[in-house]
């Protein structure tokens, strides 16, 4: 069986307790994914036709559920720390690839916004108390708990590779998954049928009303055969408040899965490496903007900036009744055309950078990695079925207008973006570290990739290092020891990856904020709702959108991966 490079325990365990753990591996994990998607597949029935007023499912039923499945996961985390805590021998290694740290900063920002946003709906809900269900004044203190214990246990506990109650601990991990996905499905109703009621009042169609408004901020509660109604100026902010603030749980939960999913991965795994020693590729320093051009992140920030202002625009023009959402439509479709035209022309760039690196690919077996890998490919599925219905419906439709032109370049290069950013991302994560050059390269640097017998001699050499860095150093080795050099800090290449990587990475945070926050575009413009009506062409947007969201959230998170790798 092959070793993976990780960190692990203070002194290594014999080698009887090294060996398998279980009899059939695959088993437990067959079993455990069976009750996630048994579970997953409850929960989407109840989300789903609770968001129909013509289903006798109603949102008290969708609130009992998930408060259900909230506590029950949470026991089972109280249950992990304790049970861990208590035996010094359940976690004997930890994936050193697991876990980083920009990934459990986002889940910790994530998960105070979802905080916010349960403060605001315990406040919405607590503003008409006489007539409403008590479950829903439950659910987001139920919420609140669940998100600060899932927090903790993902931030100490992400890198753990368990070897104690291998089967339930790959039930209570996929459980908790589930329970994660269920409330990502709860909030992406919650906001699709937002969208869908804002859009029918704004275009006085009343067909679209047969969603369930009891469940949303838009329409009054009802219980009974009372009617709540929002009409104090507090109940209004936090009415609007919390649907403000639905993005961050959304990506709070995507956010969490991931995590989970890598240690269901780890449950049971042997590693090589002993307790203390990381062997990650990422350095132990990062420094933000430092050893780039400056290019990358200047041009990035300016074009997040103008975003911002194009979003704002375009939000004011399409909400207000002055008839101005053709020119918004042009403002927001001509910025993204730029705008993914720039990465898609800086991905090819970084491509092409990597055809002259010397660098080593990486085959080790990494969970984190391939999951990554997964889930860009995964994702812009979404964004790729949107843009060919776009594409469709404007070359066989009409008008051909100069919207309709930019709504077709829109797609294109929507296409383009993601193929050749996804390239790559995924090549770069599968370099290997700073260092590791391929066998027989010639090198192009005066002093790279030579080895020496004497290193006084080094330094004759124009260009190299003045403390050359060794390759495998040995403490008890001669003077004379065998020395390789490694590439120099401020190397050309490196410095253009890291512009490259905060460019896109940049760009990737404006293109999650517009949609995330509201934009819609695909309705905004006619086009599609008037080749395939408005029923199938929501059920796309409202499927694929959703994917996309989380596909630009998740590329930052892989680009800054990426900046630390290059």
Not at 417 to 422: E, L, R, S, V, W
């Amino acid at each position: 069986m092959s070793e993976e490079p990780a960190s692990g325990p203070k002194e290594r365990p014999p080698a009887l307790r090294a060996g398998p753990r279980e009899v059939w591996k695959k088993g437990g994990r067959l079993l455990s994914v069976l009750l996630a998607v048994n579970v997953l597949l409850l929960a989407c029935t109840l989300v789903s036709g609770g968001a129909f007023n013509k289903v006798a499912v109603y949102d008290t039923d969708v609130f009992a559920l998930l408060t259900a499945m909230m506590l029950l996961a949470s026991l089972w985390i109280l249950f992990y720390l304790l049970r861990t805590a208590r035996c010094p021998d359940a976690v004997p290694y930890l994936d050193a690839h697991a876990g980083p740290i920009w990934l459990r900063g986002g889940l910790v920002l994530f998960g105070t916004c979802t905080l916010v946003m349960d403060v605001f709906k315990t406040g919405y809900y607590s503003s008409f108390f006489e007539c409403q269900s008590a479950i829903k004044i439950l659910h987001p203190l139920i919420q609140a708990v669940f998100v600060i214990l899932q927090t903790y246990f993902l931030w100490v506990s992400a890198k753990d590779c368990v070897h104690v109650h291998l089967d339930l601990t790959r039930f209570g991990l996929m459980f908790t998954l589930t329970t994660n996905l269920a409330i990502w499905m709860a909030a992406v109703v919650d906001e699709s049928v937002h969208q869908a009621h804002s859009y029918g009042s704004s275009h006085g169609n009343t067909s679209y009303t047969r969603l369930a408004p009891d469940r949303h901020s838009h329409g009054p509660t009802r219980v009974g055969d009372t009617t709540c109604s929002c009409s104090t100026s507090v109940c209004q902010v936090f009415q609007q408040g919390y649907f403000y603030l639905y993005p961050f749980n959304i990506e709070y939960s995507l956010f969490a899965s991931t995590m989970l999913y890598v240690m269901w991965k780890n449950v049971g795994r042997l590693l090589a490496a002993p307790h203390g020693h990381s062997h990650g590729h990422g350095p132990s320093r990062v420094s933000l903007f430092w050893e780039t051009f400056f290019a990358g992140p200047i041009l990035g920030l300016l074009l997040f900036v103008v975003g911002l202002a194009v979003f704002i625009i375009y939000e004011v023009q399409v909400s207000g009744e002055g008839g101005r959402t053709q020119q918004a439509l042009v403002t927001y479709y001509s910025f993204n055309i730029v705008c993914l035209g720039l990465m898609t022309l800086v991905s090819l760039s970084g491509s092409v950078i990597y055809r002259f690196d010397r660098r080593a690919m990486d085959h080790h077996k990494n969970p984190t990695r391939t999951l990554d890998v997964a889930l860009l490919m995964g994702a812009a599925l979404g964004q790729y079925a949107i843009s060919y219905y776009s594409i469709v419906a404007v070359v066989v439709g009409t008008p051909r207008d100069l919207l309709a032109g930019l709504n077709l370049a829109h797609a294109l290069l929507m296409i383009a973006q993601h193929t050749f950013q996804n390239v790559f991302i995924i090549e770069s994560l599968h370099r290997g570290p700073p260092g590791a050059e391929r066998p027989h390269t010639p090198p192009k640097e005066p002093c790279q990739g030579l080895t020496f017998a004497n290193l006084d001699a080094l330094h004759a050499l124009p260009g190299c290092p003045p403390t050359p860095s060794l390759a495998n150093p040995s403490p008890a080795g001669p003077p004379e020891a065998v020395t390789m050099i490694l590439a120099p800090r401020g190397h050309w290449r490196r410095r253009c990856l890291k512009d490259i990587s905060l460019f896109l990475l940049l760009c990737n945070v404006i293109l999650w904020i517009m949609p995330a926050f509201g934009a819609r575009p695909h309705f905004s413009n006619t086009v599609e709702v008037d080749f395939y009506g408005y029923s199938l062409w929501a059920a796309i947007v409202n499927i694929c959108l959703p994917f996309g969201i989380f596909y630009r959230m998740h590329a930052v998170s892989s680009l800054l991966e990426v900046y630390v790798l290059s």
